[in-house]
Protein backbone atom coordinates (compact mmCIF):
# COMPACT_ATOMS: atom_id res chain seq x y z
CA UNK A 1 0.00 0.00 0.00
CA UNK A 2 0.88 3.70 -0.16
CA UNK A 3 2.21 5.96 2.70
CA UNK A 4 3.62 9.12 3.61
CA UNK A 5 7.22 8.12 5.36
CA UNK A 6 9.42 10.47 6.98
CA UNK A 7 12.95 8.91 8.21
CA UNK A 8 14.36 12.50 9.48
CA UNK A 9 13.33 15.18 10.62
CA UNK A 10 12.80 18.40 9.07
CA UNK A 11 10.42 20.38 6.71
CA UNK A 12 7.98 18.93 4.92
CA UNK A 13 10.54 17.88 2.57
CA UNK A 14 11.40 15.29 4.51
CA UNK A 15 7.75 13.70 3.60
CA UNK A 16 7.81 10.45 0.99
CA UNK A 17 5.19 9.17 -1.01
CA UNK A 18 6.59 4.93 -0.71
CA UNK A 19 5.05 1.81 -0.62
CA UNK A 20 4.86 -0.01 2.52
CA UNK A 21 3.48 -3.44 3.72
CA UNK A 22 -0.07 -3.65 4.22
CA UNK A 23 -0.85 -3.67 7.99
CA UNK A 24 -2.30 -7.22 9.78
CA UNK A 25 -5.24 -6.21 12.44
CA UNK A 26 -4.11 -7.74 16.32
CA UNK A 27 -6.73 -9.58 17.99
CA UNK A 28 -8.27 -6.41 19.45
CA UNK A 29 -7.76 -4.50 15.69
CA UNK A 30 -9.50 -3.27 13.15
CA UNK A 31 -8.16 -3.01 9.21
CA UNK A 32 -9.77 0.03 8.07
CA UNK A 33 -9.39 1.19 3.92
CA UNK A 34 -8.26 5.03 4.69
CA UNK A 35 -10.70 7.10 2.50
CA UNK A 36 -9.70 10.28 4.12
CA UNK A 37 -7.20 11.72 7.01
CA UNK A 38 -6.43 15.57 8.29
CA UNK A 39 -3.17 17.21 8.92
CA UNK A 40 -2.94 18.63 12.55
CA UNK A 41 -0.11 20.61 14.44
CA UNK A 42 0.79 17.46 15.97
CA UNK A 43 2.15 16.45 12.65
CA UNK A 44 4.32 18.97 11.69
CA UNK A 45 5.44 19.28 15.73
CA UNK A 46 6.49 15.61 15.41
CA UNK A 47 8.23 16.13 11.42
CA UNK A 48 10.05 18.55 12.24
CA UNK A 49 10.60 17.68 16.15
CA UNK A 50 10.20 21.15 17.64
CA UNK A 51 9.75 21.81 20.23
CA UNK A 52 13.04 19.75 20.62
CA UNK A 53 11.37 17.76 23.50
CA UNK A 54 9.77 16.13 21.06
CA UNK A 55 12.64 14.02 20.19
CA UNK A 56 12.15 12.40 23.90
CA UNK A 57 9.50 10.46 22.92
CA UNK A 58 10.06 10.24 19.10
CA UNK A 59 13.62 9.57 18.90
CA UNK A 60 16.42 11.85 19.70
CA UNK A 61 17.84 11.60 16.61
CA UNK A 62 15.61 10.36 13.98
CA UNK A 63 11.94 9.48 14.21
CA UNK A 64 10.99 5.76 16.08
CA UNK A 65 7.84 5.73 14.25
CA UNK A 66 8.57 7.10 10.56
CA UNK A 67 4.52 7.39 10.05
CA UNK A 68 2.41 10.73 10.65
CA UNK A 69 -1.60 11.50 10.88
CA UNK A 70 -3.86 11.04 13.59
CA UNK A 71 -7.52 11.29 11.98
CA UNK A 72 -8.93 8.58 10.51
CA UNK A 73 -12.04 7.81 8.51
CA UNK A 74 -12.75 4.55 6.49
CA UNK A 75 -14.57 1.63 5.67
CA UNK A 76 -13.19 -1.78 7.69
CA UNK A 77 -11.68 -4.59 5.85
CA UNK A 78 -11.45 -6.89 8.05
CA UNK A 79 -11.17 -7.52 12.16
CA UNK A 80 -8.80 -9.35 14.44
CA UNK A 81 -11.00 -12.51 16.28
CA UNK A 82 -11.85 -10.33 19.41
CA UNK A 83 -13.45 -7.06 17.78
CA UNK A 84 -16.87 -7.49 19.00
CA UNK A 85 -18.20 -3.40 18.00
CA UNK A 86 -16.78 -3.54 14.49
CA UNK A 87 -17.57 -5.76 11.10
CA UNK A 88 -16.62 -5.73 7.84
CA UNK A 89 -18.18 -2.65 5.65
CA UNK A 90 -18.45 -0.25 8.46
CA UNK A 91 -18.05 3.35 7.85
CA UNK A 92 -15.96 4.42 10.65
CA UNK A 93 -14.02 7.23 12.23
CA UNK A 94 -11.21 8.25 15.08
CA UNK A 95 -8.23 8.73 15.89
CA UNK A 96 -4.81 6.68 15.90
CA UNK A 97 -2.67 7.72 19.11
CA UNK A 98 0.67 10.18 19.47
CA UNK A 99 2.87 7.51 19.21
CA UNK A 100 0.86 5.02 16.75
CA UNK A 101 0.35 7.88 13.86
CA UNK A 102 0.30 6.54 10.35
CA UNK A 103 -3.47 7.70 8.75
CA UNK A 104 -1.58 9.46 5.46
CA UNK A 105 -1.32 6.02 4.27
CA UNK A 106 -4.33 3.59 2.20
CA UNK A 107 -4.61 1.28 5.42
CA UNK A 108 -4.61 1.56 9.26
CA UNK A 109 -4.94 -1.16 12.26
CA UNK A 110 -6.46 0.62 15.11
CA UNK A 111 -7.96 -0.23 18.64
CA UNK A 112 -11.60 -0.67 18.29
CA UNK A 113 -11.64 1.31 21.05
CA UNK A 114 -10.17 4.39 19.00
CA UNK A 115 -13.32 3.97 16.43
CA UNK A 116 -16.70 5.11 16.50
CA UNK A 117 -19.31 4.59 13.38
CA UNK A 118 -19.29 7.32 10.95
CA UNK A 119 -22.28 9.68 11.21
CA UNK A 120 -24.56 9.01 8.13
CA UNK A 121 -24.38 12.62 7.46
CA UNK A 122 -20.88 13.38 6.68
CA UNK A 123 -18.46 12.97 4.29
CA UNK A 124 -15.41 10.98 4.77
CA UNK A 125 -13.38 14.26 4.88
CA UNK A 126 -16.17 15.63 7.10
CA UNK A 127 -15.54 13.01 9.52
CA UNK A 128 -11.83 12.97 8.98
CA UNK A 129 -11.95 16.31 9.77
CA UNK A 130 -13.32 15.71 13.42
CA UNK A 131 -11.53 13.95 15.64
CA UNK A 132 -8.16 15.15 17.21
CA UNK A 133 -8.91 19.08 16.54
CA UNK A 134 -12.66 18.13 18.06
CA UNK A 135 -11.23 16.04 21.13
CA UNK A 136 -9.01 19.53 22.10
CA UNK A 137 -11.65 21.30 22.00
CA UNK A 138 -13.95 19.43 24.00
CA UNK A 139 -11.37 18.38 26.59
CA UNK A 140 -9.62 22.10 26.73
CA UNK A 141 -13.51 23.62 27.64
CA UNK A 142 -14.46 20.62 29.63
CA UNK A 143 -12.03 19.00 31.76
CA UNK A 144 -9.41 22.27 32.07
CA UNK A 145 -12.12 25.27 31.56
CA UNK A 146 -14.76 23.55 33.54
CA UNK A 147 -17.31 25.07 30.70
CA UNK A 148 -21.08 25.91 32.18
CA UNK A 149 -24.44 26.98 30.88
CA UNK A 150 -24.75 30.41 30.84
CA UNK A 151 -20.56 31.73 31.22
CA UNK A 152 -19.11 33.70 29.01
CA UNK A 153 -16.27 32.19 26.88
CA UNK A 154 -13.79 33.87 24.40
CA UNK A 155 -12.08 31.70 21.62
CA UNK A 156 -8.72 32.86 20.57
CA UNK A 157 -8.19 31.69 17.09
CA UNK A 158 -11.57 31.02 16.55
CA UNK A 159 -11.32 30.30 12.90
CA UNK A 160 -8.18 27.56 12.96
CA UNK A 161 -9.05 23.61 13.12
CA UNK A 162 -9.47 23.62 16.99
CA UNK A 163 -11.24 27.37 17.51
CA UNK A 164 -13.63 26.29 14.54
CA UNK A 165 -14.76 23.44 16.66
CA UNK A 166 -14.27 25.13 19.69
CA UNK A 167 -16.54 27.95 19.43
CA UNK A 168 -19.41 25.52 17.93
CA UNK A 169 -18.86 23.11 20.96
CA UNK A 170 -18.97 26.19 23.83
CA UNK A 171 -22.34 26.69 21.94
CA UNK A 172 -23.22 23.81 22.27
CA UNK A 173 -23.12 23.91 26.41
CA UNK A 174 -25.32 26.91 26.42
CA UNK A 175 -22.61 29.67 26.57
CA UNK A 176 -22.29 33.27 25.15
CA UNK A 177 -19.35 33.14 22.67
CA UNK A 178 -16.98 35.61 21.72
CA UNK A 179 -14.39 34.34 18.43
CA UNK A 180 -11.32 36.58 18.01
CA UNK A 181 -10.06 36.24 14.25
CA UNK A 182 -8.86 38.29 11.55
CA UNK A 183 -11.13 39.92 9.27
CA UNK A 184 -11.79 37.57 6.38
CA UNK A 185 -12.54 35.17 8.73
CA UNK A 186 -15.45 36.74 10.86
CA UNK A 187 -18.37 35.96 8.43
CA UNK A 188 -17.31 32.12 8.76
CA UNK A 189 -17.00 32.59 12.54
CA UNK A 190 -20.21 34.06 12.99
CA UNK A 191 -21.73 31.61 10.62
CA UNK A 192 -20.91 28.65 13.15
CA UNK A 193 -22.60 30.41 15.75
CA UNK A 194 -20.33 33.01 17.63
CA UNK A 195 -22.74 35.23 19.49
CA UNK A 196 -19.62 38.26 18.84
CA UNK A 197 -16.84 38.40 16.77
CA UNK A 198 -13.40 40.75 17.72
CA UNK A 199 -10.92 41.17 14.62
CA UNK A 200 -7.85 40.95 16.13
CA UNK A 201 -6.49 43.30 13.53
CA UNK A 202 -8.34 46.09 14.42
CA UNK A 203 -8.47 45.79 18.03
CA UNK A 204 -7.18 44.03 21.22
CA UNK A 205 -9.92 41.67 23.08
CA UNK A 206 -7.37 41.87 26.78
CA UNK A 207 -7.91 46.25 26.46
CA UNK A 208 -11.68 46.74 25.83
CA UNK A 209 -12.99 46.28 29.12
CA UNK A 210 -14.99 42.83 29.04
CA UNK A 211 -14.52 40.05 30.91
CA UNK A 212 -15.06 36.67 30.39
CA UNK A 213 -15.72 33.55 32.81
CA UNK A 214 -13.50 30.77 30.23
CA UNK A 215 -11.16 31.64 27.67
CA UNK A 216 -10.14 29.08 25.26
CA UNK A 217 -6.72 29.97 23.64
CA UNK A 218 -5.92 27.99 20.39
CA UNK A 219 -3.59 30.24 19.62
CA UNK A 220 -0.91 31.22 22.31
CA UNK A 221 0.35 34.47 21.87
CA UNK A 222 -0.71 36.55 24.53
CA UNK A 223 0.58 36.89 28.35
CA UNK A 224 -0.46 35.08 31.26
CA UNK A 225 -1.26 39.01 32.99
CA UNK A 226 -3.57 39.75 29.95
CA UNK A 227 -5.48 36.73 30.86
CA UNK A 228 -5.75 37.34 34.34
CA UNK A 229 -6.93 41.02 34.13
CA UNK A 230 -10.02 39.84 31.72
CA UNK A 231 -10.72 36.41 33.33
CA UNK A 232 -13.66 36.95 35.75
CA UNK A 233 -12.87 36.29 39.73
CA UNK A 234 -13.84 32.58 39.31
CA UNK A 235 -12.76 32.77 35.45
CA UNK A 236 -10.19 30.24 33.89
CA UNK A 237 -7.88 29.99 30.69
CA UNK A 238 -7.59 26.85 29.03
CA UNK A 239 -4.25 27.27 26.76
CA UNK A 240 -4.02 24.72 24.00
CA UNK A 241 -1.04 26.29 21.63
CA UNK A 242 1.79 28.47 22.19
CA UNK A 243 3.81 30.30 19.46
CA UNK A 244 7.28 30.69 21.37
CA UNK A 245 8.98 28.81 23.92
CA UNK A 246 8.65 32.02 27.07
CA UNK A 247 4.78 31.41 26.09
CA UNK A 248 4.90 27.78 26.86
CA UNK A 249 6.63 28.13 29.66
CA UNK A 250 4.57 31.25 31.40
CA UNK A 251 1.50 29.04 30.48
CA UNK A 252 2.79 26.32 32.60
CA UNK A 253 4.55 27.57 35.47
CA UNK A 254 3.33 31.51 35.89
CA UNK A 255 -0.79 30.82 35.54
CA UNK A 256 -1.46 29.84 39.00
CA UNK A 257 -5.43 28.13 39.33
CA UNK A 258 -6.73 29.97 36.71
CA UNK A 259 -4.59 30.25 33.45
CA UNK A 260 -2.38 27.48 32.11
CA UNK A 261 -2.31 24.64 29.73
CA UNK A 262 -4.35 22.14 28.96
CA UNK A 263 -3.32 18.67 28.97
CA UNK A 264 -2.23 17.09 25.26
CA UNK A 265 -5.78 15.89 24.34
CA UNK A 266 -6.68 12.22 23.94
CA UNK A 267 -8.67 9.99 21.74
CA UNK A 268 -11.36 8.17 24.19
CA UNK A 269 -14.32 6.21 22.83
CA UNK A 270 -16.70 8.41 25.49
CA UNK A 271 -15.73 11.38 24.21
CA UNK A 272 -15.52 10.32 20.25
CA UNK A 273 -19.48 9.51 21.07
CA UNK A 274 -20.30 12.76 22.31
CA UNK A 275 -18.88 14.70 19.38
CA UNK A 276 -20.91 11.58 17.39
CA UNK A 277 -24.25 13.07 19.03
CA UNK A 278 -22.95 16.46 18.15
CA UNK A 279 -21.91 16.26 14.63
CA UNK A 280 -25.87 13.59 14.00
CA UNK A 281 -27.49 16.61 15.64
CA UNK A 282 -26.01 19.50 13.17
CA UNK A 283 -25.09 21.34 16.44
CA UNK A 284 -21.26 20.60 15.45
CA UNK A 285 -20.83 21.14 11.83
CA UNK A 286 -17.00 20.97 10.35
CA UNK A 287 -15.17 23.62 8.74
CA UNK A 288 -13.16 22.23 5.74
CA UNK A 289 -10.68 24.84 4.39
CA UNK A 290 -9.53 22.85 1.63
CA UNK A 291 -8.54 18.91 0.78
CA UNK A 292 -5.35 17.18 -0.89
CA UNK A 293 -5.16 14.12 -2.23
CA UNK A 294 -2.22 11.17 0.11
CA UNK A 295 0.29 12.30 -2.61
CA UNK A 296 0.51 15.88 -1.30
CA UNK A 297 0.58 15.75 2.22
CA UNK A 298 4.04 17.70 2.33
CA UNK A 299 1.91 20.75 0.62
CA UNK A 300 -0.77 20.20 2.74
CA UNK A 301 1.21 20.35 6.07
CA UNK A 302 3.30 23.59 4.65
CA UNK A 303 0.21 25.05 4.27
CA UNK A 304 -0.96 24.40 7.70
CA UNK A 305 2.26 25.31 9.10
CA UNK A 306 1.79 29.10 7.67
CA UNK A 307 -0.98 29.00 10.62
CA UNK A 308 -3.72 30.78 8.80
CA UNK A 309 -5.77 27.98 7.74
CA UNK A 310 -9.46 28.54 7.69
CA UNK A 311 -11.25 25.40 9.68
CA UNK A 312 -9.36 21.59 8.69
CA UNK A 313 -7.43 20.84 6.29
CA UNK A 314 -8.13 17.20 4.83
CA UNK A 315 -6.56 14.48 2.98
CA UNK A 316 -8.28 12.90 0.76
CA UNK A 317 -7.09 9.12 0.18
CA UNK A 318 -9.79 7.49 -1.69
CA UNK A 319 -11.85 10.17 -4.39
CA UNK A 320 -15.43 9.85 -3.95
CA UNK A 321 -16.25 8.53 -7.16
CA UNK A 322 -13.75 5.21 -6.31
CA UNK A 323 -14.68 2.58 -3.32
N1 LIG B 1 -3.05 20.55 23.59
C1 LIG B 1 -3.41 19.77 22.58
O1 LIG B 1 -3.74 18.60 22.76
C2 LIG B 1 -3.46 20.35 21.19
C3 LIG B 1 -4.08 19.62 20.18
C4 LIG B 1 -4.20 20.19 18.92
C5 LIG B 1 -3.67 21.46 18.68
N2 LIG B 1 -3.02 22.11 19.69
C6 LIG B 1 -2.47 23.44 19.46
O2 LIG B 1 -3.55 24.33 19.25
C7 LIG B 1 -3.15 25.36 18.37
C8 LIG B 1 -4.19 25.52 17.29
O3 LIG B 1 -4.22 24.39 16.47
P1 LIG B 1 -5.06 24.42 15.14
O4 LIG B 1 -5.04 23.04 14.59
O5 LIG B 1 -6.35 25.08 15.37
O6 LIG B 1 -4.14 25.36 14.23
P2 LIG B 1 -4.51 26.02 12.85
O7 LIG B 1 -5.64 25.29 12.22
O8 LIG B 1 -3.25 26.16 12.11
O9 LIG B 1 -5.05 27.46 13.30
C9 LIG B 1 -4.63 28.57 12.74
C10 LIG B 1 -5.66 29.68 13.07
O10 LIG B 1 -5.10 30.57 14.02
C11 LIG B 1 -5.55 31.87 13.69
N3 LIG B 1 -4.64 32.90 14.17
C12 LIG B 1 -3.35 33.12 13.80
N4 LIG B 1 -2.86 34.19 14.46
C13 LIG B 1 -3.86 34.62 15.28
C14 LIG B 1 -3.97 35.68 16.21
N5 LIG B 1 -2.96 36.52 16.45
N6 LIG B 1 -5.12 35.84 16.88
C15 LIG B 1 -6.18 35.00 16.65
N7 LIG B 1 -6.15 34.01 15.76
C16 LIG B 1 -4.99 33.82 15.09
C17 LIG B 1 -5.59 31.86 12.18
O11 LIG B 1 -6.54 32.82 11.75
P3 LIG B 1 -6.15 34.03 10.76
O12 LIG B 1 -5.77 33.42 9.44
O13 LIG B 1 -7.38 34.82 10.74
O14 LIG B 1 -4.96 34.72 11.40
C18 LIG B 1 -6.01 30.45 11.83
O15 LIG B 1 -7.38 30.35 11.57
C19 LIG B 1 -1.76 24.97 17.84
O16 LIG B 1 -0.80 25.73 18.54
C20 LIG B 1 -1.63 23.51 18.20
O17 LIG B 1 -0.29 23.15 18.43
C21 LIG B 1 -2.93 21.60 20.92
Not at 155 to 169: K, L, P
Not at 172 to 185: H, Q
Not at 245 to 256: C, E, I, V, W
Request: hydrophobic share 40%.
Amino acid sequence: MKAIVYTEYGSSDVLHLREVVKPTPKEDEVLVKIHASSANAADWHLMRAEPFLARLSNGLLKPKNPRLGADVAGRVETVGRNVTQFQAGDEVFGELPLNELGSFAEYVCAHEEALALKPARLTFEQAAAVPLAAFTALQGLRDKGQIRQGQKVLINGASGGVGTFAVQIAKSFGTEVTGVCSTRNLEMVRSIGADHVIDYTQEDFTQNGQRYDLIFDAVGNRSVSEYQRILSPNGICAVAGFTSLSRLFQFMFLGGKKVGLMETAKGNKKDLLFLKELLETGKVVPVIDRAYPLSEVPEAIRYLEKGHAQGKVVITVVQNNET
